[in-house]
Nanobody, 115 residues
């Protein structure tokens, strides 16, 4: 069992920055990759940023150059630094950890960008 806890969401204005953190606990040794997803109202959940099995990062086109994902393998954490936030970034952001058998999800944290 892997438990994921996100933190750092909030209400910000366009152009502001926000940092999301995700801490994994439990059976963390089975984790292969960790990523961030988001889901806006009425839309499907989409990948925002994460790590491949080879350790490379990948980003959604809409966030390239604005968001940065990082991780601390030893602490089983993944962080999403979000800069130059836009209203269209408004969504619930979810942390995902993948093991060989399944994807594990956090409860999500709300990010709202509005003037």
């Amino acid at each position: 069992q892997v438990l994921l806890e996100e933190s750092g969401g909030g209400f910000v204005q366009p152009g502001d920055s926000l940092t999301l953190s995700c801490a994994a606990s439990g059976n963390t040794e089975i984790i292969i990759t960790m990523s961030w997803y988001r889901q806006a109202p009425g839309k499907q959940r989409e990948l925002v940023a994460g790590f491949t099995t080879g350790g490379y990062t990948n980003y959604a086109d809409s966030v390239k150059g604005r968001f940065t994902v990082s991780r601390d393998i030893h602490k089983s954490t993944v962080t999403l630094q979000m800069d130059s936030l836009r209203p269209e970034d408004t969504a619930v952001y979810y942390c995902q950890a993948r093991s060989r058998s399944k994807a594990h999800w956090g409860q999500g944290t709300q990010v709202t960008v509005s003037s």
